[in-house]
């Protein structure tokens, strides 16, 4: 049985993250089909951003225009976290932004672990070494691993400041640590890792809608996935949901808007 790793930097730009010492990251995307161009949505901010992510809607259907704690979600959005557990697959997520507690109803996930750490420096490396502890014991069909330091450097220092580049080298640390985690157990083979972002930043701010925010990374690596840029297919955030379940060999729900990202998958592959 398949199973998919979503690991998301917020606030990543995608042109400061090839031109910084990030090495882990930037190495594991040439290892699989990737991207520094893809794009997100408006309002390119957190949560609407992430229920696009999930739900494979824009904000103007799925519901979730702004970050608040009481989203008004439309009836007809359906989560990767709710696709998969309707289908049998167990379910993990590890984060440090509360409001993500959101993107999955009351019992869709078998493990959720958060930690208040997106304003400590070392924070993303707290949820790295939670999330290999866990997913090593329990290995989860799909997990969800976010990471929220970055973003608030930016938003503290500014996208281009020196603090937002260190920040983003500790990310690339918490990222490495996680998954040479499950290479050392022996498991890191039997996941799709999915790496992006949700939106990138200009001075404090994401809100405007101009290319250093609305431009993220976005990569995939695992079996049946192909070593190759991918320049012919534009990539949306709308398009991790259908991406994954092809990965987890889940059928794509009728409602999701995005499309699954054929080009970065080997022809002829299974999933």
């Not at 993990?92 to 078998?110: H, T």
């Not at 866990?134 to 799909?142: H, K, L, Q, S, V």
Request: proline share 6%; with cysteine.
């Amino acid at each position: 049985m398949n199973k998919a790793l979503l690991i998301l930097v917020d606030g990543c730009r995608p042109d400061i993250l090839a031109a910084a010492p990030a090495s882990y990251i930037n190495s594991l995307s040439q290892q699989g089909a990737w991207t520094y161009n893809a794009r997100t949505v408006t309002p390119s901010i957190t949560l609407p951003v992430h229920f696009s992510i999930f739900t494979s809607m824009t904000p103007g259907n799925h519901g979730v225009e702004t970050n608040s704690s009481g989203a008004p979600v439309s009836d007809a959005a359906v989560g990767f976290f709710q696709w998969a557990k309707f289908h049998g697959r167990s379910t993990a997520m590890y984060y440090n932004w509360e409001f993500l507690r959101q993107l999955s109803p009351p019992g869709y996930l078998d493990t959720a672990i958060y930690l208040n750490t997106a304003m400590d420096p070392d924070g993303d490396m707290r949820i790295s070494r939670a999330a290999r502890h866990d997913m090593i014991e329990n290995r989860p069909d799909f997990a969800f691993v976010y990471f929220g330091v970055l973003d608030e450097a930016g938003h503290a220092h500014g996208f281009e400041s020196d603090a937002y580049i260190a920040a983003m080298q500790k990310a690339d640390q918490a990222v490495e640590y996680l998954v040479e985690g499950l290479i050392s157990a022996g498991i890191r083979d039997q996941y799709t890792i999915l790496f992006q972002s949700d939106h990138g930043g200009i001075g404090h701010d994401h809100s405007t809608p101009v290319q250093e925010v609305m431009t993220i990374p976005w990569f995939i690596v695992g079996n049946g996935i192909q070593k190759t840029e991918i320049r012919k297919t534009g990539v949306s955030v709308i398009d991790t949901a259908p991406t994954l379940a092809r990965c987890m060999g889940l059928p794509r729900h009728h409602l999701w808007q995005g499309k699954m990202i054929q080009e970065a998958f080997i022809p002829g592959t299974d999933p």
